[in-house]
């Protein structure tokens, strides 16, 4: 949003990984999935809040992509664990963009936790979801 609004290019695409969108967490998975997520809880999330970014707005676009303008933006694929608390940050986040006119893909693995990719080569889930954003991002690449 911010390279938009400063004329410059957008990237070929954008792959967001368990994206953090809404700073207020006031998606349903916050407490839905709250039982489920071994890494994000909505208690630690509220000093980030405030590290992120102090006396400003939590619902600044640029600090909760949540609450900003899709239009005229990059391709999406994002992925996402379906065990997260940040579920809904990727679900509403998707549908916002799709609104918009954006190419958006979604994908929701079930069980995984946060930022699941970091345990490429550990798990055939993980390994398949790293391939799949790889295979995407060649074709927004053109390779």
Request: aromatic share 6%; hydrophobic share 40%; net charge negative.
């Amino acid at each position: 949003m911010s390279i938009r609004e400063h004329g410059l290019p957008q990237p070929a695409a954008v792959v967001p990984l368990s994206p953090w969108t809404d700073l207020e967490g006031t998606g349903d998975s916050m407490t839905s999935n709250a039982p489920n997520d071994l890494i994000i809880q909505e208690d630690a999330l509220g000093g980030m809040v405030a590290a992120f970014v102090g006396e400003g707005d939590p619902r600044d676009p640029l600090a909760a992509p949540l609450y900003g303008d899709y239009g005229a933006l990059a391709p999406l694929y994002i992925q996402v664990g379906g065990h997260e608390t940040l579920l809904d940050d990727s679900t509403r986040v998707a549908e916002k963009a799709k609104a918009a006119g954006v190419e958006v893909k979604l994908d929701v693995f079930p069980e995984m936790q946060h930022v699941f990719q970091t345990s490429v080569g550990n798990m055939p889930e993980v390994t398949d979801a790293v391939q799949r954003a790889g295979a995407w991002l060649r074709t927004k690449l053109g390779l």
